[in-house]
């Protein structure tokens, strides 16, 4: 079945460093890629998204490619602050999955002053 | 838009004990989600809702989870009865279909 994996976390960086955190993803056909983030104690929201294979989505200084020969969709940000510290799920939507979600296991960043 | 409105916002009960946890979408949408987020197994799909008619509840662990979807405003995840492995985080989401998933705040279950 549909899969997503990240790489392992906690990330920490300290402030203005580069941050790239990778995500791999299986899947039948072409889904529909996501980064949602979870600060602490809220719900999820969704960061960016990218439907179909060379898309770029961005949003906030981050930014992740469809990349459909590595079936990646790694999250790169170029100055991180201390607010970014959360943590950071990867996810897809299958074609014709109505709207059912598929997350990695999520990935914490912290950022230091 | 007052978002997705989840209650309790937290909740400590006794094993054997019935949970109720409560979903209002957010008015428009017509698809609802219900997950649960542990440190263990991560953010897990328990069931899903299109139009109010339950699509997939492959997720839901055992017969001690129950979800129903009476109208397009409210829906219920009941757990009877509770054990303390059930203790997580469990997030309400909506959604119109194939757009943007919007999370509630969760509610904190705590099984002792």
């Known amino acids: 079945g549909d899969s997503v994996t990240q790489m392992e976390g906690p990330v920490t960086l300290s402030e203005e460093a580069f941050l790239t955190i990778n995500c791999t993803y299986t899947?039948?056909?072409?889904?529909?890629l996501f980064w949602y983030v979870q600060y602490p104690g809220e719900g999820l929201q969704l960061l960016l998204k990218?439907?179909?294979?060379?898309d770029k989505g961005s949003n906030k200084g981050f930014e992740a490619t469809y990349r459909k020969e590595t079936t990646s969709f790694h999250l790169e940000k170029g100055s991180v602050q201390v607010s970014d510290s959360a943590v950071y799920f990867c996810a897809l939507e299958g074609r014709n999955q109505g709207g059912k979600l598929i997350f990695g296991q999520g990935t914490e960043l912290s950022v230091k002053p | 838009d007052a978002g997705v409105i989840q209650s309790p916002r937290h909740e400590v009960t006794e094993m054997g004990q019935e949970v109720t946890l409560r979903c209002k979408p957010i008015?428009?949408?017509?698809?609802l989600f219900w997950y649960r987020q542990t440190m263990m197994r991560g953010l897990e799909l328990l069931i899903y809702?299109?139009?109010?008619?339950?699509?997939?509840d492959s997720g839901m662990p055992e017969d001690r989870f129950s979800a129903k979807m009476p109208n397009a405003s409210f829906s219920t995840l009941k757990i009877q009865p509770s054990e303390p492995r059930d203790s997580a985080v469990y997030f309400c989401?909506?959604?119109?279909?194939?757009?943007?998933?919007?999370f509630g705040p969760g509610t904190r279950l705590t099984v002792t």
């Open positions: 809702f299109n139009n109010n008619v339950p699509i997939d």
């Open positions: 990218a439907t179909k294979a060379d």
């Open positions: 899947a039948t056909g072409y889904p529909s």
């Open positions: 989401a909506s959604s119109q279909t194939f757009y943007e998933q919007y």
């Open positions: 008015s428009g949408h017509n698809s």
